[in-house]
């Protein structure tokens, strides 16, 4: 069969710069370490916001996203990340830079875990040889991990990439990122069976199981986050003619983790991070804090 595809835009992309772009729209100054280009950037990612400070160690992937009204389909082109390990990042970052670096973050994110090969790895090393370097501040830094659909990865794995977690915890208050279809999928590998349709049952059992510090699962209807404080439930915002689709749960990221950092219980940081997403959907740019708010002022009425 033959199909005509058009494009209709070009755009950075990518989780780690999706969300830096969303976090640092936001106010955030962020420390980004990624494949941006090397041995220069990409030209693509000096759109970032100028509070984003990029460290790259390799080429960028790629990929064609193919977007429907209800849905979309990706397809990935990211050979080179697959070649880069931590002993890479290592020798082109530095060691004494990554240290710096997450030593002096009040939060820091992995994310695209099952996207990359060499993510786990890149998780033991920082377990290894940057983490236990620094003094830990009295209050311990906030993680956010967004593992990113998960199809392509063994039960294996995943529940390596599981484990791993609860030894972040030494360091960190963990919050566990998931999407409605990552929350199946990590269900099974965890239970053995089909997930609980219900989006809070489902989420409950894995928060249970996993023992992380903050559980969030995002649908494009609700979502939901788990703590010892209990279990929260914010509906999201019905966008009618999106914009676009791809990198709103980035968008959702960023505004849950914007909003951890100001310190808010975890029902309105869904709210918030809820809101980010739709503006994001809305008109295709990750909003800036005061559009969060004044559409936030908005719905209210």
């Not at 790259?56 to 990929?63: C, D």
């Not at 939901?224 to 929260?232: C, D, H, Q």
Request: neutral net charge; hydrophobic residues 45%; aromatic residues 10%.
């Amino acid at each position: 069969m033959s199909l005509e595809l058009e494009e209709i835009s070009v755009k950075l992309g990518g989780n780690m710069p999706n969300l830096a772009n969303a976090l640092g729209r936001l106010g955030a100054t962020v420390n980004c370490i990624g494949a941006l280009g090397y041995p220069q950037l990409h030209p693509i990612f000096k759109t970032l916001p100028p509070v984003c400070q990029l460290y790259s160690f390799a080429e960028p992937g790629a990929a064609t996203a193919l977007e429907f009204t209800d849905g979309k389909i990706m397809f990935a082109q990211i050979d080179t990340l697959n070649q880069m390990g931590w002993n890479k990042i290592k020798s082109i970052i530095g060691i004494d830079t990554l240290i710096r670096l997450y030593q002096e973050a009040h939060l820091f994110c992995l994310v695209n875990w099952s996207e990359i090969d060499a993510s786990t790895g890149i998780w033991e090393g920082l377990l290894q040889d940057v983490l236990p370097q620094y003094a830990i501040r009295g209050e311990k830094q906030i993680a956010f991990f967004d593992l990113s659909d998960c199809s392509k990865q063994s039960n294996e794995s995943i529940t390596h990439a599981l484990k791993l977690l609860t030894q972040f915890q030494q360091y960190s208050k963990v919050i566990l990122g998931l999407n409605k279809n990552e929350a199946g999928k990590i269900y099974r590998v965890l239970f053995g069976k089909t997930a609980d349709k219900n989006l809070r049952h489902l989420g409950e059992s894995i928060f249970k199981k996993l023992k992380v510090d903050e559980l969030v699962l995002h649908s494009s209807k609700e979502a939901f986050a788990f703590s010892k404080e209990g279990s929260f439930v914010a509906p999201g915002f019905f966008i009618k003619n999106p914009a676009i689709s791809t990198g709103a749960g980035d968008n959702f990221n960023a505004g849950f983790c914007i909003a951890k950092l100001l310190q808010l219980d975890p029902g309105l940081s869904l709210m918030f991070a809820n809101a980010v997403a739709a503006l994001y959907v809305k008109t295709g740019i990750s909003p800036q804090l005061t559009d969060s708010i004044h559409f936030l002022e908005e719905m209210e009425k």
